[in-house]
């Protein structure tokens, strides 16, 4: 399989800019002829229209031509003959029920990995890739009849990590609300992947992008930093 997960889609550089160089490297992994289907369904104030453009402008430098899934009479045929796929990011429970709805959760499972396609998400793109959705952070705004995701990878991710505790605020921080998930599943790895870092997954490969490394959570063991570079979890 050929994956890349991404944290977070802007930055002060623009959108999806600073991840520009993962992202060549990985649609050259494929022709890049043919269009890269688009799936909008985690915009909840954003409309997929305004999606779609935005994503599709982003994408340019990288030589890729954007469609949304949005606008595709058969979706997953379309998806059953693509070279790319992405999944934006915007609110995880609306995405899964959307790609289940519409039948995409499980062509694009097939498709990627078969590895006749690559795969790109960010935000809960990346989190629809793991076994399930239960570290995203997001509000459960709509029922997705069960959590169960894509399972492209074989550990959760925690999208945005940051550990931050403002003054006077009294509730759990991000890594105390994790470390309760790996006490409950211990047996799963999770990642948090803070803003500016990514995963490619490459065949048997993976490696962690990006600067400011990422936390992992495992059982009742001490989280740990890890630094960018080839991992092995």
Not at 20 to 41: K, N, Q, Y
Not at 122 to 136: E, H, K, Q, R
Not at 163 to 186: F, I, K, N, S, W
Request: glycine content about 10%.
């Amino acid at each position: 399989m050929n994956l890349l997960l991404l944290s977070n889609s802007s930055s002060d550089a623009g959108y999806l800019t600073h991840a520009l160089p993962w992202i060549e490297d990985w649609a050259a992994h494929h022709d890049r002829s043919g269009e890269a289907l688009f799936v909008p369904f985690a915009g909840v104030t954003r409309t997929w229209d305004e999606y779609e453009s935005l994503v599709a402008e982003a994408l340019i430098p990288a030589g890729l031509r954007v469609r949304s899934v949005h606008r595709i009479a058969d979706p997953v045929a379309a998806v059953r003959n693509a070279r790319h796929v992405l999944v934006g990011g915007g609110n995880t429970f609306a995405l899964l029920r959307e790609m289940k709805r519409t039948g995409l959760l499980a062509a694009i499972r097939e498709r990627v990995q078969s590895g006749e396609a690559s795969y790109m998400g960010w935000s809960a793109g990346s989190n629809v890739a793991c076994p399930t959705i239960c570290t995203t952070n997001d509000m459960p705004i709509v029922d997705p009849n069960g959590l169960d995701a894509m399972g492209l990878v074989p550990f959760q991710i925690n999208a945005h990590y940051t550990d931050a505790h403002p003054a006077g605020h009294r509730g759990e921080t991000r890594e105390q609300r994790l470390r309760e998930y790996v006490t409950m599943q211990p047996d799963m790895p999770l990642l948090g992947l803070p803003e500016g870092t990514g995963l490619r997954l490459s065949g048997a490969s993976c490696h962690l992008l990006g600067e400011a490394g990422a936390r992992y959570f495992r059982g009742a063991s001490a989280p740990q930093w890890l630094s960018a570079g080839a991992l092995t979890l």
